[in-house]
């Protein structure tokens, strides 16, 4: 395309983003007019138009610098293709496990929520639950989740206490953390309740995968171990 055809405005925005991502320390207004040959008039219009969409920051020493909106639209386009990369993982799990529960689960400081979702009661749909929270101190997804960043899950459990929503299934809070430990160091936690069997296994970035099956016991925790192993490196390889 010829450049008469360009925004020439906006190629000498990307042009002064380009140049202070050079100059971590920053930049004065008159250093980047002589860096980049432009007059300081557009310069400053230029970087105050930059900054009112945060592609552009001042730090303390009033030095120009990269400014966190341009990290924000880079890392919504990793999430981006972290889901795809996600969902395609996950359908391939159903199509292994098409009796299984399968579940991604995620911790923040509101809960730990369910994203993708997939049930033999709806065989070939991945669902994405919008209201479907697992309770701490009793999903394995949740423990193996609380386990792995005991920081955050502190201040969760400010929401959910001990006493009242984990003391019914675990009797004493040392006999809780004492069982987080050894998840700590396996990344993974199964359990049995009620002829429902769970296992959940660590995923990157505050992520559980789990599985649960009604009815009968695995003869092994291998499949799951090796199905969890195979996500991952699905998921978080082909981003690295």
Same mark, same amino acid.
């Given at each position: %395309?010829?450049?008469?055809?360009?925004?020439?405005?906006?190629?000498?925005?990307?042009?002064?983003?380009?140049?202070?991502?050079?100059?971590?320390?920053?930049?004065?207004?008159?250093?980047?007019?002589?860096?980049?040959?432009?007059?300081?008039?557009?310069?400053?219009?230029?970087?105050?138009?930059?900054?009112?969409?945060?592609?552009?920051?001042?730090?303390?020493?009033?030095?120009?610098?990269?400014?966190?909106?341009?990290?924000?639209?880079? &890392?919504?386009?990793?999430?981006?293709?972290?889901?795809?990369?996600?969902?395609?993982?996950?359908?391939?799990?159903?199509?292994?496990?098409?009796?299984?529960?399968?579940?991604?689960?995620?911790?923040?400081?509101?809960?730990?929520?369910?994203?993708?979702?997939?049930?033999?009661? *709806?065989?070939?749909?991945?669902?994405?639950?919008?209201?479907?929270?697992? %309770?701490?101190?009793?999903?394995?997804?949740?423990?193996?989740?609380?386990?792995? &960043?005991?920081?955050?899950?502190?201040?969760?459990?400010?929401?959910?206490?001990?006493?009242?929503?984990?003391?019914? *299934?675990?009797?004493?809070?040392?006999?809780?953390?004492?069982?987080?430990?050894?998840?700590?160091? &396996?990344?993974?936690?199964?359990?049995?309740?009620?002829?429902?069997?769970?296992?959940?296994?660590? %995923?990157?970035?505050?992520?559980?995968?789990?599985?649960?099956?009604?009815?009968?016991?695995?003869?092994?925790?291998?499949?799951?171990?090796?199905?969890?192993?195979?996500?991952?490196?699905?998921?978080?390889?082909?981003?690295?």
């Amino acid at each position: %395309m010829p450049n008469s055809e360009l925004v020439q405005s906006l190629l000498k925005g990307i042009e002064l983003l380009y140049l202070l991502a050079d100059h971590s320390a920053g930049l004065s207004l008159s250093e980047i007019a002589v860096s980049s040959g432009l007059k300081k008039p557009a310069v400053h219009n230029l970087l105050r138009t930059l900054s009112s969409r945060g592609f552009v920051d001042r730090n303390e020493e009033g030095r120009y610098i990269i400014g966190t909106a341009l990290f924000s639209v880079a &890392d919504k386009a990793r999430r981006t293709d972290k889901t795809k990369l996600m969902e395609k993982a996950f359908m391939g799990l159903a199509s292994k496990f098409p009796d299984h529960v399968l579940t991604l689960a995620t911790m923040t400081l509101s809960g730990i929520h369910c994203t993708l979702r997939f049930s033999p009661d *709806m065989p070939g749909i991945l669902q994405h639950p919008a209201n479907h929270d697992f %309770m701490l101190y009793n999903s394995a997804s949740a423990i193996v989740l609380q386990a792995a &960043d005991p920081q955050m899950a502190r201040r969760l459990e400010l929401l959910y206490p001990f006493e009242e929503y984990g003391a019914g *299934m675990w009797g004493t809070r040392d006999a809780f953390d004492a069982e987080l430990e050894l998840v700590a160091h &396996d990344c993974c936690f199964a359990r049995e309740s009620k002829g429902n069997f769970a296992f959940a296994f660590l %995923m990157p970035d505050r992520h559980a995968l789990g599985f649960s099956i009604l009815g009968h016991s695995p003869d092994s925790m291998n499949p799951y171990l090796e199905a969890a192993t195979e996500f991952r490196r699905q998921v978080w390889k082909e981003l690295e």
